[in-house]
Each structure stands twice: as structure tokens, then as C-alpha cells.
T-cell receptor, first 114, second 113 residues
Framework: DADVTQTPRNRITKTGKRIMLECSQT?????MYWYRQDPGLGLRLIYY???????NKGEISDGYSVSRQAQAKFSLSLESAIPNQTALYFC?????????????FGPGTRLTVT | DQQVKQNSPSLSVQEGRISILNCDYT??????FLWYKKYPAEGPTFLIS?????DKNEDGRFTVFLNKSAKHLSLHIVPSQPGDSAVYFC????????????FGRGTSLIVHP
């Protein structure tokens, strides 16, 4: 089974709707992240969390909110979706205290806002 | 302004030849560098990394070179295989800080049979 899972994998929604993307991990990592990928723009950080009580904005947090329900769960919400939030969204985890600094990514959610 | 730059959006290579993917960075605080590979419909996966205390790290067909004075790193794939066709992201982080990496925009590698 995958260590980092995301639901849904694909979602089409209308402008103004509220939508939640969910991420779960079985790696036991404290750190979790949400990124979006747009063609030609690479991966941009939306929010990150270093533990259940720690939430931080990334470089493009406007229009998004997050919830860290447990060590294993980190959700991303779009309160009122707009078309320029159409993108691929990735959740990731990491554990730099292990001496390994790489991130582990989920399979992604393709979101289309019409 | 981009702190991590991958100036080649795409690269096409013949199977068996060497693939060289380049990455430049501007932030002097970056001291740990990573390469990720991404296939369509999948999340990025870690490929190889290098600390600033080294200038080379090798893992099988993949070698990363770091030139700190030029703030430049490169990923060499030898020999290239069709299964290497993917988007490659360069990332850089400052281990004295939060370890959160900054990603480049990616290079799409196509290896032709």
C-alpha cells in the first residue's frame, strides 16, 4: 500500500464551491506539506505543518486553508474555488530528524475549477 | 524571483547516451540539494541528493555534481534508458533552517529508443 495517499484523485468543481482535498500518510512523519504544480511553474508550497499544533503558510497560501487533524492527516480546503486554482495538488511528508531530507509525495489530485 | 532555476524546459536524448540536466541556484544559504523524478499521473519521487560538503554523489546510473562557487549542480544519467523519460525537478534547502526545499520548474527528459 502507498505510504502517502490523496483523495480524490480527480475532481471537477464549479467556481465558488468549497472543496476539500485530503491526505493521509502511514510513514509516521511529523512534517506534512501541500504543493500545487502548474505547467511550467514547478512545485509551489501552499502550506506546511511540522506537527499537529503547527501550521504555516507557504509562498502561495491565499485562497487556501488547511487542517491537521492528526499526525497522519492533513487536509487542504479551497473555501471558494476559482478557475486559476485549476492545478495538480500534491501532499508530501518528510522526517529530517532521521538524517534524510527528502520528501515523500502522494500521487496527486487533479483539480479543475470551471 | 526564482532561487532555483532549471533553464532547459526539455531535453531529448538517444537511448544509451548521456543525459545531463542542469540546475542553478542563487541563495548562498542552500547547502543540500535533491533531484526528484516525476512520471505522468504520479507524484514526484526522490532520486538522489548531495550535501554541500561534497562535490559528487553517485548512485548507479545517476550522478549529481555540485559546483558551489558557480552555484550550479547537474544530474548525469549514464546510460540513458527509455524508462528515464520523465520530468526531473531540482530542489535546494538550507539545513540550518527549516529544511523546506525550494523547487525548480523542472526539465522534461525524453529518451528515444
Amino acid at each position: 500500500d502507498a505510504d502517502v495517499t490523496q483523495t480524490p484523485r480527480n475532481r471537477i468543481t464549479k467556481t465558488g464551491k468549497r472543496i476539500m482535498l485530503e491526505c493521509s500518510q502511514t510513514k509516521g512523519h511529523d512534517r506534512m506539506y501541500w504543493y500545487r504544480q502548474d505547467p511550467g511553474l514547478g512545485l509551489r508550497l501552499i502550506y506546511y505543518s511540522f506537527d499537529v499544533k503547527d501550521i504555516n503558510k507557504g509562498e502561495i497560501s491565499d485562497g487556501y486553508s488547511v487542517s491537521r487533524q492528526a499526525q497522519a492527516k492533513f487536509s487542504l480546503s479551497l473555501e471558494s474555488a476559482i478557475p486559476n486554482q485549476t492545478a495538480l495538488y500534491f501532499c508530501a511528508t518528510s522526517d529530517p530528524t532521521s538524517g534524510r531530507y527528502e520528501q515523500y509525495f502522494g500521487p496527486g489530485t487533479r483539480l479543475t475549477v470551471t | 524571483d526564482q532561487q532555483v532555476k532549471q533553464n532547459s524546459p526539455s531535453l531529448s536524448v538517444q537511448e544509451g547516451r548521456i543525459s545531463i540536466l542542469n540546475c542553478d541556484y542563487t541563495n548562498s544559504m542552500f547547502d543540500y540539494f535533491l533531484w526528484y523524478k516525476k512520471y505522468p499521473a504520479e507524484g514526484p519521487t526522490f532520486l538522489i541528493s548531495i550535501s554541500s560538503i561534497k562535490d559528487k554523489n553517485e548512485d548507479g546510473r545517476f550522478t549529481v555534481f555540485l559546483n558551489k562557487s558557480a552555484k550550479h549542480l547537474s544530474l548525469h544519467i549514464v546510460p540513458s534508458q527509455p524508462g528515464d523519460s520523465a520530468v526531473y525537478f531540482c530542489a535546494a534547502s538550507a539545513t540550518g533552517g527549516s529544511y523546506i526545499p525550494t523547487f525548480g520548474r523542472g526539465t522534461s527528459l525524453i529518451v528515444h529508443p
